[in-house]
């Protein structure tokens, strides 16, 4: 059972607009911890795609984007690609456990 | 450039210890946390622990709090995971990540399988 609760998966068709939801409390999200997002490929690292809510790193196509809001956080990807499959996780600092959580991820399938 | 490069994969029998490396290069060492973060076979992304190069503090997810020890050598710029009281549970991949604090992890280690059996 993860601090910050994910779907555990979300689909769509290329071309279309996917979102992916990271709901946490008071203690993390909602205590204005930033927020950060990460890419995982099958068999390789994470990748950081977002970080502090809303900000890419160079490089990450604008393609991807986030928001959040209270005690939730949210990750669009629109123009889906076939090369977007993967799994997404978020990320935040949480107060009462005064450590770093992640949520569960989300599986991404293009179909 | 920045690389992050872990030590191999290992087997332990259960109730062994495991130490892990992460030898960092193409930035100051010292400038950032080390986060060590753990995922098991078909599983979602674990923090264990951060260690501060700079000043040798640690902090510890409170599950790990008494099985593992975050240290580091700034002369070769590397940083060590243990893990100690092992079962197989602990099989997982192991990565080292750079944190930026507000910015996020920004780089991660290729990954050490450890495989914990008997």
């Known amino acids: 059972q993860s601090v910050l609760t994910q779907p555990p998966s979300v689909s769509g068709a290329p071309g279309q607009r996917v979102t992916i939801s990271c709901t946490g409390s008071s203690s993390n999200i909602g205590a204005d911890y930033g927020v950060h997002w990460y890419q995982q490929l099958p068999g390789t690292a994470p990748k950081l795609l977002i970080y502090d809510n809303t900000n890419r790193p160079s490089g990450v196509p604008d393609r991807f984007s986030a928001s959040w809001s209270g005690t939730s956080a949210s990750l669009a990807i629109t123009g889906l690609q076939a090369e977007d499959e993967a799994e997404y996780y978020c990320q935040s600092y949480d107060s009462s456990l005064s450590g770093v959580v992640f949520g569960g991820g989300t599986k991404l399938t293009v179909l | 450039q920045v690389q992050l490069v872990q030590s191999g994969a290992e087997v332990k029998k259960p109730g062994a210890s495991v130490k892990v490396s992460c030898k960092a290069s193409g930035y100051t060492f010292t400038g950032y946390y080390m986060f060590w973060v753990r995922q098991a076979p078909g599983q979602g992304l674990e923090w264990m622990g951060w260690?501060?190069?700079?000043?040798?503090?640690?902090n510890s997810a409170q599950k790990f709090q008494d099985r593992v020890t975050l240290t580091r050598d700034t002369s070769i710029s590397t940083a060590y995971m243990e893990l100690s009281r092992l079962s197989s549970d602990d099989t997982a991949v192991y990565y080292c990540a750079r944190d930026t604090v507000n910015g996020g992890v920004d780089y991660w280690g290729q990954g050490t399988l450890v495989t914990v059996s008997s």
């Open positions: 260690i501060n190069p700079n000043t040798t503090g640690t």
